[in-house]
């Protein structure tokens, strides 16, 4: 069974850093497009960056471009979200997914599977 698991959340002050991970089982994370996400209260999901199957492409939305850094370790069957210069509009759940076509989209309907979410909290 195909399952995504983010972890790294918490409580930063702004300007501050987290790396957020997806680690994947039930299927090799190589082979597939990862995007990660986020939701604030009230806001529909928004797509942050993304990252094909060879790490060929990779995208991020105006939002978090030059202080959000995608990454990805197939031996750990694990993708990375670096994330500094933290604002307090940052806030909300993180997610990541995956979608079998192995090439990169910001839209949320085109992933296949998700993971539960993570939070984080940019707050002094």
């Known amino acids: 069974q195909l399952q995504l698991l983010e972890s790294g959340g918490g409580l930063v002050q702004p300007g501050g850093s987290l790396r957020l991970s997806c680690a994947a089982s039930?299927?090799?994370?190589?082979?597939?497009?990862i995007g990660w996400f986020r939701q604030a209260p009230g806001n529909e999901r928004e797509g942050l960056s993304c990252?094909?199957?060879?790490?060929?492409?990779?995208n991020y939305a105006d939002s978090v471009k030059s202080r959000f850094t995608i990454s990805r370790d197939n031996a750990k069957n694990t993708v990375y979200l670096q994330m500094s210069s933290l604002k307090p509009e940052d806030t909300a759940i993180y997610y990541c997914?995956?979608?079998?076509?192995?090439?990169?989209?910001?839209?949320?309907?085109?992933?296949?599977?998700w993971g539960q979410g993570t939070q984080v909290t940019v707050s002094s």
């Open positions: 990252i094909s199957n060879r790490s060929g492409t990779i």
């Open positions: 039930g299927f090799t994370l190589g082979d597939l497009a």
């Open positions: 997914a995956a979608r079998r076509p192995p090439w990169c989209s910001s839209a949320v309907l085109l992933y296949d599977s």
